[in-house]
Nanobody, 114 residues
Framework: QVRLVESGGGLVQAGGSLRLSCAVSGIMITINTMAWYRQAPGKQRELVASISSGISTMYADSVKGRFTISRDNAKNTVYLQMNSLKPEDTAVYYC????????WGQGTLVTVSS
């Protein structure tokens, strides 16, 4: 059974940074494309960034140049380094495979104040 546990969210001022972690169990991230998604209040969940088994990455235009996705294969953990945060980055952040094949975790809330 796949389990995804996100952590690292919090309240930060605009321009600040946060690092999110996603501890994955039940699948090996080395053979899956992993991704971070987010859902802002009143909006649909959207793809933020992904990292393939071959380490190639992609980013949504809204976060390109500010966010960095990475993974630690030994820890089976995926990270999202978020810099230069903006109020519009406020959302609950989730990790999952891409395409999504597993049940969603509880997510981690990121709140960026102006």
């Amino acid at each position: 059974q796949v389990r995804l546990v996100e952590s690292g969210g919090g309240l930060v001022q605009a321009g600040g940074s946060l690092r999110l972690s996603c501890a994955v169990s039940g699948i090996m991230i080395t053979i899956n494309t992993m991704a971070w998604y987010r859902q802002a209040p009143g909006k649909q969940r959207e793809l933020v960034a992904s990292i393939s088994s071959g380490i190639s990455t992609m980013y949504a235009d809204s976060v390109k140049g500010r966010f960095t996705i990475s993974r630690d294969n030994a820890k089976n953990t995926v990270y999202l380094q978020m810099n230069s945060l903006k109020p519009e980055d406020t959302a609950v952040y989730y990790c999952n495979t891409r395409p999504t094949r597993s049940a969603w975790g509880q997510g981690t809330l990121v709140t960026v104040s102006s």
